[in-house]
């Protein structure tokens, strides 16, 4: 059997992936410690761009009253953990094609992409303007990403690791 640079890309896929979930895990134990610390409400961002993105591709989320607003919530949470995975993916994707930076330059680029990933959309969708955040509002934002950053590289570094073989084949 033949083995090519293309043998480590599901391994660095399914690393990615786990990177993605650990530190999508970092992101929200970071947010409720925010919001549990300060009392401060949720951010209904993710409900809003549930709808924002519906509306784009012509669906209606069913329901209305709390059926709706329940509906809204779980999608929000579950479009934050597949754009968290998703952006681990990404990662662990250059990770196998042979991109291995630093675990600071890794951090960075993590925190960079959760980022854009998240803000992004909601920004290009209106449901959000970064322009008109506070301070407190930037530092409600850049920290849990950062946690995401943190973990995201951690555990993509320690877990990826390529065979032997493929590395010699590369």
Known sequence: M???RTSAVWPGLLSGAAAGAAGTSALNVI?????????????TTPERTVEAMARLVGLTVPGTGDV????????GALTGYAAGIGMGLILGLVYALGWRPGLFVATLVATAIALIGTNGP???LGV???RTWGVVGWISDLVPHCGYGVVT????????????EATRAA
């Open 128 to 130: 959000t303007d970064p």
């Open 153 to 164: 590289a951690l555990v993509l570094h320690y877990l990826y690791r390529p065979s032997l």
């Open 122 to 124: 909601m920004t290009v």
């Open 2 to 4: 033949k083995t090519t």
């Open 68 to 75: 709706l607003a329940n509906r809204l919530l779980g999608l």
């Open 31 to 43: 947010t409720y410690l925010d919001i549990a610390v300060r009392g401060r409400p949720t951010s």
